[in-house]
């Protein structure tokens, strides 16, 4: 008897829990007490099931080793300009190279110090020296080289989900693939084009000063300037749609970015009642900012996007408190998408889309319709079955059946698993093997009644031969899943989990629910004879 008390206070807390876990699935509603003393987490419904976008993106992640070899360019200038070390250029070469040419006469063992010192991550490659110059290249370690693109993928993964999460898309599946991939699916999303456009833009943002010594038109029509480049503005007529492009002469040496940037918001102008976007940088951004504009007062100041100039404004004096806006002919969307691409900050290399999938909501909607009807109808096949070749015990294992399915459904709850059409063929699969398990035990069963044996003693005897079958066999099955969720990806890993999970909730249910019952119908309502 106490035995069976604490098999059957094990069974009863296991289906509490349970229940717990999926009431928030059942219930659209739930108090608010509920959600701090309880789990609040439903069960996912993949992409197959809801609807949604599938992406894979690949980033380019050679272009965040270049970004950086660029940044490293440009500190070895302002190093050597701080310690009064002359130069003649200094440039990014082939990559993951920078070249550097000294005058003749300068001292090379005191460049070569300052490079050591300051920059341990380049290492001289070569080094030729002519009559009249001194050019030495610097290259990014291997090891250095393997940890930016590695660091590139990662940072890219959580710039995406940061912006994802600002976007308001629930339950998004974001994970890598492989050494250079993204892989994004996105439950019911309903504007496809939107989400591409806010994930995929780069988000680099620069404040450049216009050059005013040659007009955009002129350099256009001659040699642009040494140090100088030209970009171009984007506008889009609100009324006809037309796009219009605008040319600007800008001065090459980035004054500041984005990396400083705290915060991005939407405002309106009380004025032209159009939307803008205000930014804020932290502490040392705002000093930056504050001396840039003090020094370069009357001057254009072109505030540049991913390549695009959004503004080009003259500074009318120094601006302080680290404060500035992005001015545009905006729809509300637009800036709303802006402020959320410069919050998440921006993405360490470019990224492009390899593979796109839409999958519309009633297409899912049928899904789940067919899903749930090919497992009812096989679960009330295996329930008959069970019911006219096992009589009463038949009752018993259709019971544990109900008990395995809502132990699984409660796991995908507890574990945030994502519940995909794979999914539901992995849970009716479950089904079926749940009953074998019972199968094994009544047919020992029945086998030990043969020879005579009490009611009670057919029961152990038939349990302990099947346990060890049962255990073997389904552990097999879970070593195969296990590998399944680990190497596979999407479907695959649905599948994966709601078989583990039955496999796991089966063996409770067979071997230690059923027996529950039927011990205490032996033990407690004195049963003579064996329905089975």
Known sequence: MKELKWRAALVMGVMVVALIYLLPTLSKELPAWWTKFFPSDRIHLGLDLQGGMHLVLEVENDKAVENTVERLAQEIKEELGTAHLRFRRVERQNGNRVRLLLPKGQDWQRVKTLLEDKFPLLEVVSQNVTEDQIQVFLELEADQVRHIKRLAVDQGLETIRNRIDQFGVSEPDIRTQGENRILIQLPGIKDPQRAIDLIGKTAILEFKLVNENKSAEEALRGKVPLGSKIYYSRQVDPVTGQVRRNAYLLKDRTLLTGEYLTNAEVRIDSQFNRP??????????????????????????????????????VIQD????????????????????????????????????????????????????????????????????????????????????????????????AFGATLTLPGIAGIILTIGMAVDANVLIFERVREELRLGKTPRAALDGGYSKATLTILDANVTTLIAAVVLFQFGTGPVRGFAVTLSLGIIASMFTAIFGTRLVFNYLLQKRRLKKLSI
Do not use: C, W
């Not at 009357?298 to 100039?309: C, P, Q, S």
């Open 318 to 413: 120094r601006i302080s408190g680290g404060n500035a806006v992005i001015e545009g002919q905006f729809t509300m969307e637009e800036a709303k998408d802006l402020a959320v691409v410069l919050r998440a900050g921006s993405l360490p290399a470019p990224v492009k889309i390899l593979e796109e999938r839409t999958v519309g909501p009633s297409l899912g909607k049928d899904s789940i319709r067919k899903g749930l009807f090919s497992m009812a109808v096989g679960g009330l096949v295996v329930v008959v079955f069970m019911l006219v070749y096992y009589g009463g015990s038949g009752i018993i294992a259709d019971l544990a059946l109900v008990l395995n399915i809502v132990l699984i459904m409660a796991g995908l709850a």
């Open 276 to 313: 803008y976007v205000a930014i804020s940088f932290d502490d040392r951004g705002g000093k930056i900012f504050e001396r840039l504009t003090g020094e370069h007062v009357k001057e254009r100041l072109a505030i540049v996007l991913d390549g695009n100039v959004y503004s080009a404004p």
